[in-house]
């Protein structure tokens, strides 16, 4: 599934960009480059605009004209990145994330406070691969009439064709990887979500039925999914990332007992061999004409068709906000301990007592977390800014095999 929906936009509204650049410390937490020089270019190879990252890793906001056809030439230290065609959306911003393998190298400023070991969790992926394993073998075979929501990965594995390797990311970015690549920008809210919860269908379709035995979820190529695995440099619009986010956990299904449907999606035409495929552009139209969500999944998908939320082990059940509890709590300790790692390498968040109290300090240091995450800066702790957190603080696995 390939599509392409950015053409040369000449609007007189303008959209915007930022650059954010970042490397893997020694220890697997995420640390920003400050000092890079990040230079935009137009397609005739005319200088823009020259920016350097902040502390943060990030540029302030560019603002150019709509179009799919700007590039960049990224340089730090002894390294340098050529991006092209990179996209401006009219009236919105798009974020570009470079991201330098690990190489054992520190960039930018010294750490700030003392290393700690990263928290790792074997436990809880030990709990996750049982289920996983579990659910695999009971999907179409039990006898039970009861319905049981699907286990969510906590860690997908892609098959890179071009490069030939495994890589594994987390689901939830896998999903709006996918997303980014297969999901017009200027949709209406109802189509996008409609598409986003066909990917998670199809992913977990790939990971628990067609692929359960192979040591791989799924394949990097289009004949899958558009999953760009290009782990150097990634760009993408917030809008429709903060969706794949929010609905990373639901999917597809019908009202059968451990039964997981092949859900398929097509711009124009689906393949005669679909038993359930949507058509993109006609679901935005249905969209645009005032269709809501789930009239537009079940004129595709059949009339039985329902969203269920599934099962995530490894994530924290509803959201952690500011007074949720005035005794200390465990999972509110792991959120501080995962704080002040992070402020290790980004010293704007602030050290915290780890007392497992849900306080203004703590909304605090969540925000500025969140805001260094390109996440919406809600003080709130949801399932996106918890993802987020285990990947900057080093407690999830390498994205390599």
Known sequence: MNNCY??????????SLIFQSRTRNFDNTILPISGATITIKDKDGNIL??????ELGKTKEIFLKPSNQYN???????????LENIKVYEEQPNIVETNLPPQGIRFGAPLRGPIREPIIIDKKFKQHKELDT???SDIKSSESNEIHPFNIPMIFTVYDVINKKNLKVPFIDYIANVADNEVGKDWHDNAI?????A??????????????????DITSSTADQDYDPEIIASQYNPRVRHMAYDLFSEYLRKPLPNDMQLYEYRQWSCPSTSKYCMLQNKANEMAQKGASLMKILRYFYGEDTFVEKGVALDYPVGDLVEGITTKPRPLVIE???MLN???NNYPTINKLEEDGIFGKKTVEAVKNFQYIANLPMTGKVDMSTWIKLLDFSGKLPSPIV
């Open 49 to 54: 605009s020259v920016e350097e990252t902040d």
């Open 335 to 337: 959120l501080q301990q």
């Open 6 to 15: 950015c053409v040369e936009n000449n609007s007189t509204n303008e959209g």
């Open 72 to 82: 960049a030439e990224i340089k730090y230290g002894e390294y340098k990145i050529n």
């Open 193 to 197: 979500k409609a598409n986003i919860l």
């Open 134 to 136: 579990l659910m695999k």
């Open 199 to 216: 990917i998670i269908s199809y992913a977990l379709f790939k990971h628990y039925i067609e692929n359960k035995d192979k040591d791989y």
């Open 341 to 343: 790692i992070i402020s």
